[in-house]
């Protein structure tokens, strides 16, 4: 795992509130949520920001072929 750092934080109580309502967590847990999202959506930009650079060698219909037959199937 990780290396883990104590932090202290100043926020809205709230904000607070409302973020720790809509995760049914506690303040680290809802704050870990909220660092992990933050991530996630840089790593989201990061791979759109890739669109268009690789050529890719199997077509979209090709991917589909290779699917298990019941399902997704039109």
Request: aromatic letters at 4%; zero cysteines; hydrophobic letters at 30%.
């Amino acid at each position: 795992m990780d290396e883990t750092r104590k932090i202290t934080v100043e926020v809205s109580s709230e904000l607070l509130e409302r973020a720790q309502s809509f995760t049914g967590e506690g303040v680290t847990e809802t704050v870990r949520t909220g660092l992990k999202k933050i991530d996630a959506e840089r790593a989201q930009r990061e791979f759109r920001q890739l669109r268009g650079t690789h050529k890719f060698s199997i077509s979209l219909d090709e991917l589909r072929e290779d699917r298990p037959l019941g399902r997704n199937r039109k």
